[in-house]
Nanobody
Framework: QVQLVESGGGLVQAGGSLRLSCAASGSIFSINIMGWYRQAPGKQRELVATIGSGGGRNYADSVKGRFTISRDNAKNTVFLQMNSLKPEDTAVYYC????????????WGQGTQVTVSS
């Protein structure tokens, strides 16, 4: 079993920055993708950014140029640096881990609230 523990959410003014962290523990196969998704009230959960175990990155168009995803493979930790935050970035941010062994495994963190005030 894998556990994901997120930290770093909070309240920030528009134009400010926050850094989210997510530490994974448990049975994690070497081939994996870690990422962040978010869900605003009344909306579906959406992709924010992902990073593969080989370092490949993928971003939602709405965050390109403002958010940066990175990871520390030795610590199984993924980070999301969020700059130039906008009120529309307000959401619960969820950490996600996809990993492949005999089959695909998909894990989620508990979520951390990010609120951007105008």
């Amino acid at each position: 079993q894998v556990q994901l523990v997120e930290s770093g959410g909070g309240l920030v003014q528009a134009g400010g920055s926050l850094r989210l962290s997510c530490a994974a523990s448990g049975s994690i196969f070497s081939i994996n993708i870690m990422g962040w998704y978010r869900q605003a009230p009344g909306k579906q959960r959406e992709l924010v950014a992902t990073i593969g175990s080989g370092g490949g990155r993928n971003y939602a168009d709405s965050v390109k140029g403002r958010f940066t995803i990175s990871r520390d493979n030795a610590k199984n930790t993924v980070f999301l640096q969020m700059n130039s935050l906008k009120p529309e970035d307000t959401a619960v941010y969820y950490c996600n881990l996809q990993t492949w062994g005999a089959r695909k495994y998909d894990y989620w963190g508990q979520g951390t609230q990010v609120t951007v005030s105008s």
